[in-house]
């Protein structure tokens, strides 16, 4: 074990929390992780003792306020080596591509133009390119995946053209897990022109990122899925792109002075940060990223094989499992998908939850990309820094201990999985 996860888990008094007489097995990470004592301590620091509007006052707290809030954005601009003038507050990963979308696509697409993303995609980086594609008459055209869930490159190349103005693809699938070749997308796509997004979601929390050496023209990512507060998010672009584009949102603080008949622009990044931004979220996303510095992503990245890794050993000897995506743990970030045969995915989380573990199941925002795979849903556990080996074959324990009775539970309504 590359860090010491039993002193990791101390710092997360939920872990402690029972959920139907058991100690709870928190395996929901890609929906939502959970946030260190350091992570809450320091949003409680600033409201009870710094609080106050940044940029706005010359008394001293909002000075210290201000002082705080920069520090803390710089601090998680280094965290993808970048910097503060290229990073863009969000509400989370969603916000940041609708950005792109309204703030760059409306104003630079037109009719016969085209986007290309995946059928891989959360709908999040589907839905606002079919808007932009409707707003502007646009056209969009999916890459297909492999029968293993990775993404077919021979299909990208067929779909990129001298037409193409906007590739959007994930770095990480929050269903399969795949991690997608960002090299191959970017060099494809910068040979036409097209401009690259990479939803890193799934991404930033789990794999050392450099913008610098992706290449991508935007990256968009979540604070709560990195042990952040939510309600804030990231969008990095290239400074020459966000230099050229004009806010999405307008109003205070995005301009250095307004003339009835003019408006003066601010510097980036205040350009884009419209009203009073979440100053408590960029301190609490700050110190989750110190968290993770701490523990060193390569012993983040190193955890998540280990425990998919584990994971796929032991349902490959349940022949009632089916995992969806590649097999192969270095190609994928830390969640597993899978259905028993025969059950619904709602009915096996249901039965898990009753053993005080927590998964997803539904379609995971990527109904697209279940149906592309002939299913309805799936189960989802989805890893992260605090948890377990032994956590896993408990799971693993109980999901063989479900099979063992789904003749019943498959005829039970959802709501009254009991496998006891
Ligand atoms: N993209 C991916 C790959 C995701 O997994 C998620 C969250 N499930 C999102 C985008 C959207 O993130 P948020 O809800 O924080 O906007």
């Known amino acids: 074990m590359i860090y010491d996860v039993n002193s990791i888990r101390e710092d997360f008094p939920i872990l402690k929390r029972k959920i139907h007489g ?21 949003i409680a620091k600033f409201y009870l003792y710094y609080n106050a509007n940044v940029h706005r006052g010359f008394h001293t707290l909002s000075q210290e306020a201000s002082q705080l809030f920069e520090e803390s954005y710089e601090e998680i601009a280094k965290f993808i080596n970048g910097n503060m003038e290229e990073t863009i507050l ?45 707003l502007t008459g646009a056209k969009i055209k999916y890459v297909d995946i492999t029968e293993d869930g990775e993404l077919n490159y021979k299909d990208l ?15 990480a699938s929050n269903v399969v897990g795949t991690i997608n070749d960002y090299k191959k997308i970017v060099n494809l796509a910068h040979s036409v022109e097209a401009i690259v997004i990479a939803d890193g979601a799934q991404y930033v929390p789990h794999v050392e990122t450099d913008v610098k ?19 804030i998010g990231i969008l990095w672009g290239k400074k020459e792109i966000l230099e050229e584009m004009k806010p999405f949102r307008v109003g205070g603080d995005t301009i250095k002075d307004v003339t009835l008949d003019n408006v003066v622009w601010h510097d980036l990044p205040w350009r884009f940060d419209a009203g009073t931004p979440h100053i408590a979220g960029v301190i609490g996303l700050a110190e989750a990223v110190r968290y993770l510095k701490k523990i060193g992503m390569d012993g983040v990245r190193a955890h998540d094989i280990e425990l998919v890794k584990h994971t796929i050993k ?64 799936s189960v989802r556990a989805s890893y992260y820094i605090y948890n377990t080996k032994e956590e896993v074959d408990y799971f693993v324990e109980k999901l063989q201990k479900i099979i063992s009775v789904k003749e019943r539970l498959a005829t039970e309504p959802v709501e009254n999985v009991c496998t006891g």
């Not at 058991?22 to 320091?42: G, I, M, S």
């Not at 009719?111 to 594609?133: C, F, Q, Y």
């Not at 995915?345 to 573990?357: E, P, Q, R, T």
Request: hydrophobic residues 40%.
């Open 90 to 134: 969000t509400i989370n990963t969603t916000d940041a591509i609708n950005i792109v979308a309204y703030g760059w696509g409306l104003r630079n697409l037109k009719k016969g133009d085209e986007i290309v993303t995946t059928v891989m995609e959360h709908h999040s980086n589907m839905l606002p390119w079919r808007e932009l594609a409707e």
């Open 157 to 171: 190349e067929s779909k990129i053209t001298e037409r193409t103005k906007i590739v959007a693809f994930t770095l």
């Open 314 to 377: 032991l349902m490959k000897e349940i022949d009632d499992i089916e995992i969806l995506g590649p097999l192969d743990p270095e190609k994928r970030t830390g969640l597993v998908a899978f259905n028993i045969k025969g059950l619904h995915h709602h009915i096996v989380a249901k039965a898990l939850d009753m053993y005080g573990i927590a998964v997803r199941s539904g379609g995971h925002c990527a109904h697209p990309l279940h149906y592309r795979l002939n299913y309805q849903g």
């Open 22 to 42: 058991r100690e709870l097995v928190y395996f929901d990470n890609a929906a939502t992780t959970q946030r260190p004592k350091q992570v809450v301590e320091a």
């Open 213 to 231: 050496k992706m290449d991508v023209d935007f990256l968009a990512f979540s604070g709560h899925k990195m042990l952040g507060p939510t309600g």
